[in-house]
């Protein structure tokens, strides 16, 4: 085991609440963002709590070097600005070329569409009036999802009665706004077909289902597209899925 670096008392208070970067000297990449106080940057260089951040750490000794540890920024007045930056870092770096196995904690300094941001603020009601499916799409969200996945992360797997049937559209929420509607064409049993979400593992736990359908004709996508739809999901409420206009 190489000998660990070392964060003096002294230096650790002057710091305060921070956020750091892990860097691969191999290529010079960012690999991890974290937030902490104290140590804490150092705790990966020893632990195994985060497999993803153990593996590259392992390829790079393995190689003859250690990982740089940068921090981002430091003598932050809280805990709460520390995670705002450590999410935004993550969403500007992207997640899927880091080592961190989610985006980071919600922020209002997370990247953000400006038309997302417009959407979320003013509010312009959805006035629905086709027989609908309001999916909550939560923490699968981001702002650089293609198209594909915004589909699947609106498609699969809810558990869900006989009203699926008489959906006509299905709409992609996050945080109360419709991000895209599709027309559903058939609703089929959980991973009965391709979905990007999954890997092939074993099926989801019955009842749950999974629509087919295509993005929703220009005309309607207008009408709803961007609009707010929050209100049809009371405080409190956690199921991710509401139907509209089901009798």
Known sequence: MPDLPAIPRAVATKLGHYVYVYVNPLDDKVFYVGKGQGSRALAHLHDADKPNVARIIRSI??????????ILAHSLPDARTALSIEAAAIDLLGVDSLANSVRGHRASLGRTPVKDLVGRYTRRPAK???????????YLYRPD???QEIYDATRSAWRLGKGRELVEYAFAVYEGVVREVYRVA????AVSTFNSRW?????????????????????????????YVGHHFRKGNANPVMYLNIE
């Open 199 to 227: 890997d092939g593992r074993a099926r989801r736990r019955s009842p749950r289902w999974e629509f087919v359908g295509t993005i929703a004709p220009e005309p309607v996508r207008k009408r709803y597209v961007g609009r």
């Open 128 to 138: 629905i009036v086709e027989p609908a499916l309001l999916v909550r799409i939560g």
């Open 145 to 147: 999802m293609s198209d």
């Open 186 to 189: 058939a609703w089929l049993p």
């Open 61 to 70: 000794r393995a190689a003859g070097e250690e990982p740089r540890i940068d």
